[in-house]
Each structure stands twice: as C-alpha cells, then as structure tokens.
C-alpha cells in the first residue's frame, strides 16, 4: 500500500490509471494435465490483481482506473467465467496471428471498448467475442 501511495505523491495529477497484466497460466492451461484452475498456487495470483486493483483505486481517488487482463484461451469455461464475473466484464479472444506468423490465441479482459475498423471485427463465437481479421 506504502508503494502506491508513493506513486499518487510522485504522480498527483493522474487522469487515468492502467492496471495491465497477466497472471502464471499453467494451472489453467490445458496442456497441463493436473490443471488445478484457479485454485492452483499459480494460477491463483490472479487474485492478487484484484488486491493492487483495489488499492490502486482506493488511493487514486477521482483518477479512471481500467484493466487489461491476458492469459491463455485454453482454460476451461468455468475458469474464463470466474475471472470474467470478478472482473465484470467478457473476455475478448485474440490470436497474435493477426498481426505476426505464430498463432497464439489468449483471452484479453478489456475494460473498454477495442477498437475495431474496416480489417478487424468483434464478432461472438464459442461463447466469447472475438477479434477477427486477415492474418499477415
């Protein structure tokens, strides 16, 4: 807490607070075969985002405070809607094939809205939004 009030004195005039991140998805991950989900020591640091987020808000009184949140697409349903019920909001599936060669598909909690023009589009599928546009 000592740290982040440090941050408001050292920042006073803040309009807006970033909390962007992930957290250790191999407890998540469906590669690993003894996944634990979010109650794995791992994985579970999630919960720590939360902490900072909380206290980021509570000492940056009067600043918008947002999240951007990534880990991988693999996770099971009732994971993803954990994380998407503690942090309000639906992830939005994303494939770094977008914009590089390697297809590597996570899950982004974006507390605004992307954007989105004549290349990409947000459409539902699999039941989660997706980013989806020409791959390089």
Same mark, same amino acid.
């Given at each position: 807490?000592?740290?982040?009030?440090?941050?408001?004195?050292?920042?006073?005039?803040?309009?807006?607070?970033? /909390?962007?991140?992930? %957290?250790?998805?191999? =407890?998540?991950? *469906? #590669?690993?075969?003894?996944?634990?989900?979010? @109650?794995? !020591?791992?994985?579970?640091?999630?919960?720590?985002?939360?902490?900072?987020?909380?206290? /980021?808000?509570?000492? %940056?009184?009067?600043? =918008?405070?947002? *999240? #951007?949140?990534?880990?991988?697409?693999?996770? @099971?349903? !009732?994971?993803?809607?954990?994380?998407?019920?503690?942090?309000?909001?639906?992830?939005?599936?994303?494939?770094?094939?977008?914009?590089?060669?390697?297809? *590597?598909?996570?899950?982004?909690?974006?507390?605004?809205?992307?954007?989105?023009?004549?290349?990409?589009?947000?459409?539902?599928?699999?039941?989660?939004?997706?980013?989806?546009?020409?791959?390089?």
């Amino acid at each position: 807490k000592s740290m982040v009030r440090e941050w408001r004195s050292r920042y006073h005039r803040v309009d807006r607070v970033v /909390i962007a991140g992930g %957290f250790p998805c191999q =407890d998540l991950t *469906r #590669l690993n075969a003894d996944r634990q989900g979010l @109650s794995g !020591s791992r994985s579970s640091l999630f919960f720590e985002i939360l902490r900072v987020d909380a206290l /980021i808000r509570e000492v %940056f009184v009067g600043s =918008d405070v947002r *999240r #951007l949140i990534e880990n991988v697409s693999s996770m @099971s349903a !009732s994971d993803r809607d954990v994380i998407s019920e503690w942090l309000a909001v639906e992830p939005l599936l994303v494939d770094a094939k977008l914009c590089s060669w390697v297809a *590597r598909p996570r899950l982004w909690w974006i507390e605004w809205e992307p954007p989105v023009d004549q290349h990409l589009s947000k459409v539902w599928h699999d039941n989660v939004w997706q980013l989806e546009g020409q791959s390089s």
